[in-house]
């Protein structure tokens, strides 16, 4: 290590170390003042429609099933769980209490994405998911915000940290989980390009699968959403193996293969009733094969669950690594940045289309501005062409509205 550039960044003692406290950048503080703005206007509107939803379900109003008696427990629970969540988190910010602030981030994440999922299937694109989408934005700039090593490069050691990133660009070590207990660092940079990554090598493979076995000769689009060559079913697929695989990578390939193909076609089942739930949507079924489940997954394509899974355990992730650490460092974040808000109103998008989809097909006519641009835009035959292997019929979907 140079010593004159440390020199030069000299390394100043926090006082707030030892106490729990930090100086909380300014840009941090805004977070924070954000999550409780945001966590306390949610309260009472949240309180309210989950107040009738559950009057209206307990005097036996409307025609609502066990199933969404559940879903809306679970709603009401992650809903709960998130406000809560933003309210502490933004307060722990404020005082510059950010030393489990990160643990707290992802747990709200992971509530954020339930109550999400719940809502969809509920009630279809609302407003509701809107403020959550919101809530989601500012939960991963927070997050950004508390990581620890990007905390060290906004303050005194940008240069020195600089100099760090370059030997393990040369050591082939950028990335690595330093504590060794991974193989990966699951930060949002390497989650996010995971989820990309596997998203577009999902299309090429599927696609390529069903030219060559499915239907010979004959191209069928495999793409998930409304633009771009991605598939974000492998995409979380990905994402979930990593997650749940991280720290097996240097595991016996046979348990590697195992605990893949339980989470790929776990994965694959909830995917298949979430989008029968939501939008009556049917994107494949394998009733009549080998070991089926209800048509939603069998055991040849968990198989092929625990083959990808092995694949990308043992070969992709160092190459992956390998690929996204060819960004340059200074640039790495504001293109991650970018990049991430592109697909998000992708995704966003997405669901919008296919409500709108679904709703004209039930025979519903466009009550909005947004619903009119979508008929224009993204008409029947547009979406059918667009979501090849896809179908949608309003009889088989179980939303309450």
């Known amino acids: 290590m140079d010593s004159a550039l ?8 926090d006082p707030g170390i030892g106490s729990g406290r930090q100086r909380t950048p300014v840009g941090l503080k805004v977070f924070g003042v954000l999550l409780i703005v945001g966590g306390l206007v949610a309260t009472p509107s949240t309180v309210v429609t989950l107040f009738a939803t559950g009057l209206a379900f307990v005097e036996g109003e409307g025609d ?3 199933l969404t008696a559940v879903l809306w427990a679970v709603l009401v629970a992650a809903l709960a769980f998130t406000v809560v969540s933003a309210v502490v988190l933004g307060v722990r910010l404020l005082l510059g209490r950010r030393r489990r ?3 707290l981030a992802e747990s709200m994440a992971g509530a954020l994405a339930v109550a999400f999922a719940s809502d969809l299937m509920l009630y279809g694109v609302n407003e509701s998911l809107w403020f959550l989408g919101v809530m989601a934005l500012i939960l991963v700039a927070t997050h950004v915000f508390v990581d620890p090593s990007l905390s060290d490069e906004r303050e005194l050691q940008r240069r020195l ?13 950028l990335g690595l989980d330093k504590s060794g207990a991974g193989y990966i660092e699951l930060d949002f940079f390497n989650l996010f390009w995971i989820f990309v990554i596997a998203s577009v090598a999902g299309v090429v493979i599927e696609s390529i699968y069903h030219v060559l076995v499915v239907d010979f000769g004959h191209y069928e689009d495999r793409a998930g959403l409304l633009w771009g060559p991605f598939s974000p079913i492998y995409g979380f697929g990905a994402l979930f193996m990593t997650l749940a695989l991280n720290r097996f990578h240097h595991a016996p390939i046979p348990v590697v293969f195992l605990v893949s193909a339980v989470i790929g076609g776990a994965f694959e089942y909830f995917v298949s009733w979430f ?3 939501a939008f009556g949507a049917v994107a494949w079924d394998y009733t009549g094969t080998f ?7 069998n055991f040849m394509f968990m198989c092929m669950w625990g083959v990808l899974g092995v694949v990308w355990v043992k070969l992709a992730l160092p190459a992956l690594l390998h690929t996204v650490n060819l960004i340059p460092w200074r640039w790495r974040y504001s293109i991650t940045a970018v990049c991430a808000a592109l697909m998000i109103v992708n995704g966003m998008m997405t669901l919008v289309a296919l409500d709108c989809w679904y709703s004209r097909l039930a025979g519903m006519a466009p009550e909005n501005a947004l619903e009119e641009f979508c008929a224009d835009h993204f008409d029947n035959e547009w979406m059918e062409h667009r979501f090849e292997s896809m179908s949608i019929n309003p009889d088989i979907a179980h939303r309450s509205s």
């Open 275 to 277: 989008m029968e739930y």
């Open 291 to 297: 070991l089926n489940i209800n048509g939603r997954t």
């Open 101 to 103: 602030a990160r643990l």
């Open 161 to 173: 940290r600089l100099m760090e990133t370059r030997e393990e660009l040369e050591e082939g070590t």
């Open 6 to 13: 440390l020199q030069q960044t000299p390394l100043q003692p």
């Open 64 to 66: 609502y099933s066990v």
